[in-house]
């Protein structure tokens, strides 16, 4: 009884503040002669700001076409837009740069989603090894991270110097299917450098340098314990592929609109997606350095730290994970 009683006074909680939002919103464009969307494109700077307004005023609007405006197809954008001056009264020759801006954040919505659908399509395609061009791009991966070591076989445990469990990487791609191998690959060839350090340090991990402040916290055996211990490394391609699941949530869950909406003049596209792949993969490795792990045991509680940091960064709406190494040229675009 106390749970239906919960559940009526929150239903009516909402419709009471939907009700009272309309009001104000009415209110409002009396007073300033302006409608829900003149108003946030002419007082929110372009970005994540304005784009997530302009989303959740579309979607919560009581009009079909508006509501629908947010899944349309790219091509059909410039005519919804018209659709929508339109249905407000809004006459584009006064009002130019509205048309503009709409555009802009459409743009960014709808492609959004269509980044979703095409991450979700290569997650749900499985590594084929029968597939030329699924073997092609693991044996790159192979060349572009170790470009002076000849791989023996396409079976072999060499695949475990990058970071594979077995003699055969197919069966770890299993979770990720495709996008896996796709942003490894996109990593290992668009930042060649900056991925064969962080394979190296994988397999050859250095301790960090230990604080004044941290050395007083410890005891002199633990000290001494602590001074003798080896860092721990881990799986490259694993983590990768781990990286790939971090990516691929934050992704569908919304985390990333700011992200992509504040680089992305247009619509996000997958390079946007797999240069954020690269990001995250580059902040881990330091992340995981500054945790500095007992064991490969702790790898779960230090990506869940980490997630959440992100996470955190995220939710600040001039935020953009902006990364300062050479598979970020050319996406950037503030």
């Known amino acids: 009884m106390k749970h239906f009683l919960r559940m009526l006074i929150q239903v009516c909680l909402y419709f009471y503040c939907k009700f009272l939002w309309r009001c104000l919103k009415f209110v409002m464009r009396k007073l300033t002669g302006r409608c829900e969307l003149q108003r946030i494109c002419y007082n929110t700077k372009p970005g994540a700001s304005r784009t997530m307004k302009i989303e959740t005023s579309l979607k919560d609007s009581k009009s079909k076409l508006l509501q629908t405006s947010v899944s349309v197809h790219f091509d059909a954008i410039e005519k919804t837009i018209e659709d929508i001056m339109e249905l407000k009264k809004i006459n584009p020759d006064i009002n130019p740069q509205l048309g503009i801006s709409l555009q802009a954040c459409l743009l960014q ?48 445990k060499q695949w475990c110097e990058i970071g594979f469990q077995g003699d055969d990487p197919k069966t770890d791609f299993r979770g990720m299917g495709l996008l896996g191998l796709y942003n490894l690959q996109y990593f290992a060839e668009r930042d060649a450098t900056a991925a064969q350090q962080v394979l190296s340090d994988s397999l050859h991990p250095k301790c960090r340098d230990i604080t004044k402040e941290e050395i007083s916290k410890f005891s002199k055996a633990e000290w001494e314990k602590k001074r003798m211990d080896k860092a721990i490394g881990y799986s490259f391609a694993i983590v990768g592929i781990n990286i790939t699941d971090l990516a691929y949530n934050l992704l569908v869950s919304g985390a990333l609109k700011t992200h992509f909406y504040n680089i992305a003049p247009e619509a996000p596209t997958l390079s946007h997606f797999q240069q954020t792949f690269c990001y995250l993969m580059h902040e881990f490795h330091k992340f995981w350095i500054e945790e500095d792990p007992m064991d490969i045991m702790e790898f779960n509680r230090v990506r869940e730290k980490f997630r959440k940091r992100i996470i955190k960064q995220l939710q600040n709406p001039d935020m953009a994970l902006c990364p300062h190494f050479a598979a970020s040229e050319g996406l950037i675009n503030m």
Request: glycine share 2%.
């Open 109 to 156: 919505i709808v492609g959004y989603r269509n980044l979703i659908a095409d991450v979700e399509k290569l997650r749900r395609e499985p590594y084929d090894s029968d597939n030329p061009q699924h073997e092609e791009m693991l044996l790159k991966l192979w060349k572009f991270l170790k470009p002076d070591t000849p791989l023996e076989s396409r079976i072999s």
